[in-house]
């Protein structure tokens, strides 16, 4: 089946920092990437998405590429901000969805 | 909040009991799913459902069994709970046909003693 591995595990930056998170897939047919954002106690937010026959996806401060070939996706948020403190969750879709283990994202005033 | 509700929202159960978690949606998704999440893990899918009546086994299904018997409650029990099924369980919906878009329910905190 799938494996999705996330990277990196915690991540701490300055206010106004970018910051990336990098995961990678094995199944060559998953066709779909999303990334969900997990603030303490709540419920995972679905913040982006990709599909296969997309190279890049951008909305406001956050964008994610895909690179299939590598198989291989990030996410990137620009001119981060306290409240974008959380655990980001990479996936990839097929049949079902694998969740990466996850990205806890400090971002510091 | 894709109208996703989940029952109950927190349980303390005891070893060999069994236990059943609801999940309710109120706007006719077909696709509807269960996973667990533990630290270190992420979430991992247990079983989901494609319709009334049809589900199927997903990376960790041992020991949980599911049930559909209309669109819009998907239904998880734990025959025999174990110290190791101590997690917290979400519901999902897929707003299309297939695991994509999904949008999760705000999750149960099940406490196996």
């Known amino acids: 089946g799938e494996n999705v591995e996330q990277h990196p595990s915690t991540l701490s930056v300055q206010e106004g920092d970018s910051a990336v998170i990098k995961c990678t897939y094995s199944d060559s047919a998953s066709n779909y990437f999303p990334w969900y954002k997990q603030e303490l106690g709540k419920r995972p937010q679905l913040i982006i998405d990709?599909?296969?026959?997309?190279g890049e996806k951008k909305d406001q401060r956050i964008a994610v590429t895909l690179n299939k070939t590598a198989k291989h996706f990030s996410l990137h948020i620009t001119e981060t901000q306290p409240e974008d403190s959380a655990v980001y969750f990479c996936a990839a879709a097929y049949n079902d969805m694998r969740f990466g283990a996850g990205t806890r994202l400090t971002v510091k005033p | 909040d894709a109208g996703i509700t989940q029952s109950p929202r927190h349980k303390v159960t005891e070893t060999g009991t069994p236990v059943t978690l609801r999940c309710h949606q109120t706007?006719?998704?077909?696709?509807m799913y269960w996973y667990r999440q533990d630290p270190g893990h992420g979430l991992r899918l247990i079983h989901y459902?494609?319709?009334?009546?049809?589900?199927d086994k997903g990376e960790v299904s041992d020991g949980y069994s599911v049930s559909r018997s209309k669109t819009e409650d998907f239904l998880l029990t734990l025959e025999s709970a174990t110290s190791s099924q101590t997690s917290v369980y979400f519901c999902a919906i897929s707003e299309g046909t297939g695991p994509y878009e999904q949008y999760f329910g705000p999750g149960t905190r099940l406490t196996v003693t």
């Open positions: 990709i599909r296969s026959n997309v």
């Open positions: 706007e006719n998704h077909r696709y």
């Open positions: 459902s494609y319709g009334v009546k049809d589900t």
